[in-house]
């Protein structure tokens, strides 16, 4: 299982998103999965994935980083950000630091060795604010690919993974996740599938069921209330998926938990 910390690239200037993407980041155990080149499409972007590190510009068009950051931490008070800019300025990182950012690199031909501890003092953070691995060591990728080595999993299928993980209680489609990612659905499908030998649909239906199992297991919700929670608008339709993952429907899956429940009160 994977424990790649996720890292969002925001910058207006695309020679300094390219060289950050070309880093190996891979030494600080962690992987880009999107960016960004103004701070109002980067908030949306990042509302949608869900990165736990943010390399963020200062000055960009639309909004600059230090509004980005303020909204950003309204969704995501656990995101980690990271402040790029051309030149020291005492103002903003005074700012920064009000808002809770983690740092401050000055761009330049050696970025990596400003980045990389930063990158690490966010893995100590995430890990102590949430007491448990890292966001994606609860991907439960184990079923999608027989092999021990996920690092080797391609960038938009993190990518794609952590949109759905973060997202399946909406109503989402393939042609919500690529437009997260910015890459065609088509080719997003046949990429996925040949990943990970299961479909993007597959995936979404499987963790929905995965969830759904938790609720009846653990909540007195109603089926289609839970079909509701799990992103699941037809009643009918989550009772025959239901049935097709798990082999009984989730009143029998519920009745047959209790009568287990209550079979180990008595003994």
């Known amino acids: 299982m994977s424990n790649l910390l996720t890292l969002f690239i925001l910058?207006?200037?695309?020679?300094?998103?390219?060289?950050?993407?070309?880093?190996?980041?891979?030494?600080?155990?962690?992987?880009?999965?999107?960016?960004?080149?103004?701070?109002?499409?980067?908030l949306k972007k990042c509302r949608q994935l869900c990165p736990d590190i943010v390399i963020a510009d200062i000055e960009?068009?639309?909004m600059n980083g230090l509004e980005f950051a303020e909204e950003l931490k309204k969704t995501n008070p656990n995101a980690q950000i990271i402040f790029l800019s051309s030149h020291t300025n005492f103002y903003y990182a005074q700012k920064g630091i009000s808002?809770?950012?983690?740092?401050?690199?000055?761009?330049?031909?050696c970025m990596e060795q400003d980045l990389f501890p930063l990158i690490k003092k966010a893995a100590q953070n995430l890990h102590t604010m949430r007491g448990l691995e890292l966001r994606h060591s609860n991907l439960n990728l184990s079923f999608l690919v027989n092999q021990s080595d996920h690092t080797s999993l391609r960038p938009e299928i993190y990518?794609?993974?952590?949109?759905?993980?973060?997202?399946?209680?909406?109503?989402?489609?393939?042609?919500?996740?690529?437009?997260?990612?910015?890459?065609?659905?088509?080719?997003?499908?046949?990429?996925?599938?040949?990943?990970t030998g299961i479909s993007i649909t597959h995936y979404l239906n499987e963790l929905?069921?995965?969830?759904?199992?938790?609720?009846?297991e653990n909540t007195n919700?109603?089926?289609?209330?839970?079909?509701?929670?799990?992103?699941?608008?037809?009643?009918?339709?989550?009772?025959?998926?239901?049935?097709?993952?798990?082999?009984?429907?989730?009143?029998?899956?519920?009745?047959?938990?209790?009568?287990?429940?209550?079979?180990?009160?008595?003994?």
């Open 11 to 42: 910058d207006d200037e695309t020679p300094i998103r390219e060289e950050i993407k070309s880093i190996d980041w891979s030494c600080v155990q962690a992987t880009v999965i999107g960016e960004a080149a103004n701070g109002k499409d980067g």
């Open 60 to 62: 960009m068009p639309l």
């Open 99 to 109: 808002l809770g950012v983690l740092g401050y690199v000055i761009k330049n031909l």
């Open 159 to 195: 990518m794609t993974l952590h949109f759905i993980e973060n997202n399946y209680t909406d109503k989402i489609t393939i042609s919500d996740i690529a437009e997260a990612i910015s890459i065609s659905p088509d080719y997003l499908g046949k990429l996925f599938k040949s990943e």
């Open 208 to 216: 929905r069921i995965k969830k759904a199992i938790m609720l009846l």
């Open 221 to 267: 919700l109603k089926v289609y209330e839970i079909a509701q929670h799990v992103g699941i608008e037809s009643y009918r339709y989550f009772t025959i998926t239901f049935r097709k993952i798990t082999g009984k429907s989730p009143t029998d899956y519920r009745r047959k938990d209790k009568q287990s429940e209550e079979f180990r009160d008595v003994f």
